[in-house]
């Protein structure tokens, strides 16, 4: 079945270091990938998408890209923040509507 | 207006009691959706309506109904819920289409007593 697979549970780095995500997708090819940011009991907020065809974005201290080839989106934050701590989720679509959403990283930047 | 709410915040119910979550959208989206979610996992979806008619249903209980009255309103009636449906129940919209992201609402905290 299609899967996304977020291989850090959790994740602790120092306040101004770079914080890098891994998504791992099998079993199908997606079109898009998305990520979004979950603050605990709330719901997710939408941060960045990207394409299959293009290989990163950027928005701020964000970053994405996406690798076809290892089936594989990394989110990069730069320069972190303690409000940058929070669960990250990333998802994309099977289909039109059914959107999979990956098992979330925690990350926790250390003042 | 980028928001979805939803109501209530917090809800507590018996196993025999009915009960309703509301979402409302104002963003002009014409899909929207209603997830599940346990404590340290990702979003489960359980419907999406589109055009406000259901089109996807992922094998949920007929204890839970959603209903879509009109573009900017869904709903989701409750009715002989167990205590494993306890969870965070979000409501999301979005443009139709792969491209498009989704927008939650900030969840309804549901416990069953």
């Known amino acids: 079945s299609q899967k996304i697979e977020q291989n850090s549970e959790a994740l602790n780095i120092q306040e101004g270091k770079t914080a890098t995500l891994t998504c791992n997708y099998t079993n199908y090819s997606p079109a898009y990938l998305q990520w979004y940011r979950q603050d605990p009991g709330r719901g997710p907020v939408f941060l960045l998408l990207?394409?299959?065809?293009?290989k990163e974005k950027r928005k701020e201290r964000l970053k994405v890209t996406f690798d076809t080839t290892l089936k594989q989106s990394l989110f990069h934050i730069t320069a972190s923040q303690p409000a940058d701590s929070a669960t990250y989720l990333c998802a994309s679509t099977s289909g039109t509507y059914k959107y999979i959403f990956g098992t979330g990283t925690r990350l926790k930047v250390l003042a | 207006d980028t928001e979805v709410t939803q109501t209530p915040k917090h809800l507590v119910m018996g196993m025999t009691n009915k009960k309703s979550l509301k979402c409302e959208q104002h963003m002009g989206h014409r899909a929207m959706y209603w997830y599940k979610q346990k404590a340290k996992k990702p979003p489960e979806l359980m419907f999406v309506y589109s055009y406000e008619k259901l089109s996807i249903n992922e094998s949920v209980p007929s204890r839970f109904s959603p209903e879509c009255p009109n573009s900017s309103l869904l709903n989701l009636h409750l009715h002989a819920l167990q205590p494993e449906d306890s969870a965070l129940y979000l409501c999301?919209?979005?443009?139709?289409?792969?491209?498009?992201?989704?927008?939650f609402g900030p969840g309804t905290r549901l416990t069953v007593t």
């Open positions: 990207i394409r299959e065809n293009e």
């Open positions: 999301a919209s979005s443009q139709p289409g792969q491209r498009t992201e989704q927008y």
